[in-house]
């Protein structure tokens, strides 16, 4: 059982930046919409929780420099991840102009970042334009280093990367620490870690089991009650024996799942695994399904693609009685109508446990879009910026971007 250093790295508002030259490091890996010059923001959920941090340093008269990559160009020019739809949604949103370079590093963003004035912002272009980000370029981390005379990390949600931005520039800059939204990812998934109210109860879907392994088994012997839910959840019925049709499984994790099994099984822990599903004949609109299909019972041409009623009572039951309440993963195809109910009714289902009083984190991805599409993430404790960071920091290992400011 894994804990990371309980340290917190130094907030930006212990800070000295009064007119310094501060980069922040946030995290704009954000959706778009449209096509070529009409490309605009499509979801700033991530732009907005970054807004204090940003607000901070201009208030305290900062030279605000922030920087984050967009997508995956892989290490070449793309227009198409430019930041420069995201540039002008921040600028409407603080109300002032903000400064997209023309690179991350080079003549011109140096003159950008050396002709600000307290309270400016500067955007640098997409930092993945670079080979050298990814791949911890100790050159390309110089030059992004030489812009600044105060590093600040607020990207949580790139935290398990060690990227030049992220982790190779901060030893060349001598002042440095985390922005507000950095700080709340640390303080509210560490608490998980550490004491809290009891019941404490578990929900895990999505897709892959391998994905989310090691959070689930580290988390394993703090918890009062797992919930397994989506395509995740075939490995596990098939791995105790049931007949899944041609619903997605992976293989070369029925070990794993047998291991999780046996485990809970020796220390009393209840693990609520569908006991009814819906059943479709393939995954597209109008295609036939059946409810409330026994998951002893799947026909063999059938999906599995969401949870059954008697199963979503099921996990509801479990969660109103909880204390403390993490979720990461959808538990069926909600993306597609009305394969969404389970998800959307534990999505009411949690946000209910926060109104009586229970602490209910929500780790990241898309079991983030569920809790906003059903209308109850302001309701909820916290809700990550964070996917896969949210659970490699349940992991109970130090993240490279918050290890690296310690």
Not at 320 to 336: D, I, Q, R, S, Y
């Amino acid at each position: 059982m894994a804990t990371p250093t309980t340290a917190t790295p130094t907030r930006i508002d212990a800070l000295p930046i009064e007119d310094k030259r501060v980069f922040i490091r946030v995290d704009f890996n954000v959706p778009l919409a449209g096509a070529g010059a009409g490309l605009r923001v499509a979801d700033d959920t991530r732009i907005r929780e970054a807004l204090p941090t940003i607000r901070h340093a201009r208030g305290r008269g900062a030279r605000v420099i922030l920087a984050s990559h967009l997508g995956r160009p892989k290490g070449k020019f793309k227009p198409e991840f430019s930041l420069e739809p995201v540039g002008t949604h921040l600028a409407g949103l603080l109300d002032c102009d903000v400064r997209l370079t023309d690179d991350a590093i080079g003549d011109g963003a140096i003159k950008v970042c050396r002709d600000l004035r307290a309270g400016d912002v500067a955007l640098l272009e997409n930092l993945r334009f670079h080979p050298g980000e990814e791949e911890n370029d100790d050159a390309f981390a110089r030059a992004l280093a030489a812009h600044a005379e105060v590093y600040v990390n607020d990207a949580f949600g790139t935290a398990h990367r060690a990227h030049a931005s992220t982790v190779g520039m901060v030893k060349h800059v001598a002042t440095r620490g985390v922005g507000f939204l950095m700080e709340k990812e640390i303080h509210e998934l560490g608490r998980l870690l550490g004491d809290v109210e009891r019941p404490f109860v578990a929900i895990f879907g999505g897709v892959k089991v391998s994905d989310k392994i090691a959070a689930l088994e580290n988390l394993l012997p703090r918890l009062d009650a797992i919930v397994i839910g989506g395509a995740m959840a075939n490995t596990f019925l098939l791995a105790l024996g049931h007949n899944v049709g041609r619903s997605l499984v992976e293989d070369g994790q029925l070990a794993t799942a047998r291991r999780i099994l046996d485990r809970a099984k020796g220390r009393g822990l209840p693990i609520v695994l569908p006991t009814d599903v819906v059943a479709a004949r393939d995954l597209s609109a109008g295609a036939p399904w059946d409810d409330g299909v026994s998951v002893r019972a799947v026909p063999a041409d059938r999906l599995i693609v969401d949870l059954g009623p008697a199963t979503i009572e099921a996990v509801r039951a479990r969660v109103l009685g909880a204390k403390t309440v993490f979720w990461n993963g959808p538990l069926g195809a909600f993306e597609m109508k009305p394969f969404d109910r389970g998800t959307r009714r534990v999505a009411e289902a949690v946000a209910e446990a926060a109104r009586r009083g229970a602490v209910v984190v929500v780790g990241g991805g898309d079991s983030v879009a569920a809790v906003h599409e059903a209308g109850v993430a302001a309701e909820l404790t916290h809700v990550s910026t964070g996917g896969g960071a949210s659970l490699e920091f349940l992991e109970g290992h130090g993240l490279p971007g918050i290890e690296a400011l310690k």
